[in-house]
């Protein structure tokens, strides 16, 4: 499975960005997606989930009312729409392919990343 994360850009407090996450390649409905981030100087933290195939979704508590997971299967692709960004919502957003979890560990496929800038 490949993955391609896109939709990352430089917005200000408050803004939105819809970040999208294109799947490629073999069986990619057998896997949940999920998006995590790092900031500089931080480990990697989850931060959304969802299933390919039932669309449960699962999301950090630090973007829960802010941020909606959701996917369009006729595309292959998951969308993270992120709402009143915060600037400790920047970082480098990757999307990855695999268990469904909010462990990293357990996620087989990850995208290139996209940087997400909030100004204040």
């Known amino acids: 499975v490949q993955l391609q994360a896109s939709g990352g850009g430089l917005v200000r407090a408050g803004g939105s960005l819809r970040l999208s996450c294109t799947a490629s390649?073999?069986?990619?409905?057998?896997?949940?997606i999920g998006w995590f981030r790092q900031a500089p100087g931080k480990e990697r933290e989850f931060v959304a989930t969802?299933?390919?195939?039932?669309?449960?979704?699962y999301s950090a508590d630090s973007v829960k009312g802010r941020f909606t997971i959701s996917r369009d299967n006729a595309k292959n692709t998951v969308y993270l729409q992120m709402n009143s960004l915060k600037p400790e919502d920047t970082a480098v957003y990757y999307c990855?392919?695999?268990?469904?979890?909010?462990?990293?560990?357990?996620?087989?496929?990850w995208g290139q990343g996209t940087l997400v800038t909030v100004s204040s």
């Open positions: 390649g073999r069986a990619p409905s057998s896997y949940a």
């Open positions: 969802i299933t390919w195939s039932g669309g449960t979704t």
């Open positions: 990855a392919g695999g268990g469904g979890t909010s462990y990293s560990n357990r996620y087989l496929y």
